[in-house]
């Protein structure tokens, strides 16, 4: 059910901006040459909630040839997920933010897409999963580490185990098999956490170990709390694993959700969400490869040197220096998962990366909800971006939202539903 007019009953349905152009063709706003149209400002964008539902005997839609289970539930807001090297699988749950609303545009915002996320408590903890039989049952759940703060991020190297809560990166000791942590983890660094407009703390790991990288939100949509407030965030950090020491890896990445090395390199990559309010098709959200030193636009600029009106002082310089991302995934995907694919799982899906989109709130036309594939050839992205796993929202229905994807070397794709506090498993059938 669209509730775009219902919001008459706040009294301010006059204050909507219009829909968007719907005539745009929908293959033209993806890829490496997105059709960007212009800007379209209102006083609100149009809204449309997530309108959840049970899924019931409903699954997950797949390719011909592919399989989806779903290998934990009752779970308490599923986030991201890691494979560890024996198999077993390590879920991060929770909920963050804490960002005080500025204006009545953003209570408004706020209640729209409270509607479209689960009621159940946040997590703050990881929950191992186990199928010892390799049956593609996993019959063991069971909390690894409790009393987190809104875990997010997941990496793992020679025996630590890295975690990314929402104000600090710590560690835990492993050993092969482990089912519980042994102890309280030991804090690395603490991350930005003041006002956490966006909470998320993405986090991969360099092929050696050397190097964590933690990619940091935004405080604001552009920047209405003032410069200051965004003071160490819009960017990547990198991270030295030892030392605990950081600098800022690239710049201008409004919210970096997810984050992944391209397998055979030292190439970081990452899926970004971009500014709102400019309209129904504008701005991608956007995959690309993120260079050392790199600045990609934000505040001042989008999809490479596009200006951003809005935004008071400009910085003709910095727009000049402002790189164009690599893929458009469409505007307002919210794409919060990433990784890169191999032959596991099939010729077709063998070389690219699956992304998980968690779906539009600020949209007539909701956009997203569904995890794709984005074919690469020799280490870039080429072709248009295939659906894998869809049906998460049909009829006006959600029945759940995609976050993290995880390639499992075994052969699986791993998919984290946190609307239906599901774990997913997608295997090839035949």
Not at 89 to 106: C, M, Q, S, T
Not at 265 to 280: A, F, H, K, P
Not at 313 to 332: E, F, N, R, S, W
Not at 385 to 394: N, Y
Request: overall charge negative; proline content about 7%.
């Amino acid at each position: 059910m669209k509730h775009t007019h219902a919001l008459s009953v706040l009294t301010i349905a006059v204050l909507l901006s219009a829909c968007g152009d719907n005539e745009q063709d929908a293959a033209n706003r993806y890829g490496a040459n997105p059709k960007l149209p212009e800007p379209e400002r209102g006083l609100l964008p149009s809204m449309t909630i997530a309108d959840p539902a049970p899924w019931g005997d409903a699954m997950p839609t797949v390719p011909d040839g592919y399989s989806v289970s779903a290998i934990a539930t009752d779970l308490q807001i599923p986030r991201q997920t890691l494979v560890l090297p024996n198999g077993d699988i390590l879920v991060a749950e929770g909920r963050g933010g804490n960002a005080p609303k500025l204006k009545p545009k953003d209570v408004i915002a706020g209640y729209i897409k409270a509607k479209g996320v689960t009621s159940v408590k946040s997590g703050n903890r990881l929950t191992l999963l186990r199928d010892a039989d390799r049956d593609g049952t996993y019959e063991l759940q069971k909390v690894f580490a409790e009393d987190l703060n809104a875990p997010y991020g997941l990496a793992f190297h020679d025996g630590t185990l890295y975690v990314a809560n929402q104000d600090a990166l710590v560690r835990f000791d492993y050993q092969d098999g482990q089912t519980e942590a042994s102890g309280p983890p030991t804090k690395i660094i603490d991350l930005p956490s003041e006002i956490n407009h966006h909470w998320t703390k993405a986090m991969t790991i360099s092929p050696d170990g050397q190097y964590l990288y933690v990619g940091i939100g935004s405080n604001s949509n552009i920047t209405e709390r003032g410069m200051e407030a965004e003071v160490d965030r819009a960017m990547v950090w990198q991270i030295n694993t030892e030392t605990g020491a950081y600098k800022p890896y690239a710049t201008g990445l409004r919210n970096p959700t997810a984050l992944a090395i391209l397998p055979g390199t030292d190439q970081l990559w990452s899926v970004v969400n971009e500014r709102d309010e400019l309209g129904e098709n504008l701005v991608p959200d956007y995959l690309t490869s993120v260079q050392e030193g790199g600045f990609y636009g934000w505040p001042y600029s989008y999809w490479g040197q596009n200006v951003d009106d809005r935004v008071r002082p400009q910085d003709p310089d910095k727009v000049k220096q402002a790189i164009t991302p690599d893929y458009a995934l469409g505007a307002h995907v919210a794409a919060l998962g990433l990784d890169f694919s191999s032959e596991v799982m099939g010729e077709q899906f063998a070389e690219g990366a699956f992304v998980g989109e968690h779906g539009s709130w600020n949209r007539e036309d909701p956009s997203g909800y569904k995890v794709i594939f984005v074919p690469f050839r020799d280490g870039r992205p080429a072709g248009e971006p295939i659906d894998f796993v869809t049906g998460f929202r049909e009829d006006g229905k959600t029945r759940g939202r995609p976050v993290g994807v995880t390639v499992d070397p075994s052969g699986a794709l791993i998919v984290a539903d946190d609307l239906a506090n599901i774990v997913w498993r997608v295997t090839r059938s035949q």
